[in-house]
Nanobody, 124 residues
Framework: QLQLVESGGGLVQPGGSLRLSCAASGFTLDYYTIGWFRQAPGKEHEGVSCISSRAGLTNYADSVKGRFTISRDNDKNTVYLQMNSLKAEDTAVYYC?????????????????WGQGTQVTVSS
C-alpha cells in the first residue's frame, strides 16, 4: 500500500523552529517529486516547498524563502521540512504529497498521493 505519513507538528512560539517529516511506505521516495502544502482555517491550500525526483531540485514559496528548508534522506525514505523563524501566519495543517512528475511545482494539481496532515500552531 502506497502511503505518506507526516509527523513533527506541534505548538511553537513565534521565532521557534520545527522539523516536519514525511515518511513514505510502499514506494521509493527518491523516484517521486515531493511537495509540502499547508492549509490554514478558511484559506486555500498553499504550496510551501517541493523537491524534485532524483536531481533534488528545490522550490519555495516566497512566504517561506530563507526560513524553510526541504531535504530528502533516501536511506530513511523520508523528506523533511525544517521550519525556522516561525510566524503566527505559518499556523496551518501541513501536508506532504507525491507526484511522478519530475517538475517541482507548488500547485496541488498533479500530486496524486497525499498524507493525512500534521498541525503546526505558532502562538505565544
Amino acid at each position: 500500500q502506497l502511503q505518506l505519513v507526516e509527523s513533527g507538528g506541534g505548538l511553537v512560539q513565534p521565532g521557534g523552529s520545527l522539523r516536519l517529516s514525511c515518511a513514505a511506505s510502499g514506494f521509493t521516495l527518491d523516484y517521486y517529486t515531493i511537495g509540502w502544502f499547508r492549509q490554514a482555517p478558511g484559506k486555500e491550500h498553499e504550496g510551501v516547498s517541493c523537491i524534485s525526483s532524483r536531481a533534488g531540485l528545490t522550490n519555495y514559496a516566497d512566504s517561506v524563502k530563507g526560513r524553510f528548508t526541504i531535504s530528502r534522506d533516501n536511506d530513511k525514505n523520508t523528506v523533511y521540512l525544517q521550519m525556522n523563524s516561525l510566524k503566527a501566519e505559518d499556523t496551518a495543517v501541513y501536508y506532504c504529497a507525491a507526484t511522478s512528475s519530475r517538475l517541482c511545482v507548488l500547485l496541488r494539481r498533479g500530486y496524486d498521493l497525499w498524507g493525512q496532515g500534521t498541525q503546526v500552531t505558532v502562538s505565544s
